[in-house]
């Protein structure tokens, strides 16, 4: 079907950033919306960005709105997620996953295709 696979995830300092890729493979047609989710330890897993595959249209949630960036390459079935500003709260395992549906919103349950995730980890 789907295949989600997370890379550049890393250890980076307080202030610093990193960016994040999320290749997608198969029948990608079938989705239509990609999200970014994360999940600390001890912590339920929230969800982070998203964004249209057709029109390109993002949605952020509160905690990284004007630090964190969501975009994507069609060409090359990728996702980005750069992340600006870091701070030791944002340490988490950062999940891809990719919906079916046309208005996933925020919750995970509506996402169908899941990556395997990558570690960040912020200093302070």
């Known amino acids: 079907q789907v295949q989600v696979v997370e890379s550049g995830g890393g250890l980076v300092q307080a202030g610093g950033s990193l960016r994040l890729s999320c290749a997608a493979s198969g029948r990608t047609f079938s989705t239509y919306v990609m999200g970014w989710f994360r999940q600390a330890p001890g912590k339920e897993r929230e969800f982070v960005a998203r964004?249209?595959?057709?029109?390109?249209?993002?949605s952020y949630a509160d905690s990284v709105k004007e630090r964190f960036t969501i975009s994507r390459d069609n060409a090359k079935n990728t996702v980005y997620l750069q992340m600006n500003s870091l701070k030791s709260e944002d340490t988490a395992v950062y999940y891809c996953?990719?919906?079916?549906?046309?208005?996933?919103?925020?919750?995970?349950?509506?996402?169908?295709?899941w990556g395997q995730g990558t570690q960040v980890t912020v200093s302070s």
């Open positions: 964004i249209s595959w057709n029109s390109g249209r993002t």
């Open positions: 996953a990719a919906a079916r549906s046309y208005h996933p919103g925020t919750y995970s349950d509506n996402y169908d295709y």
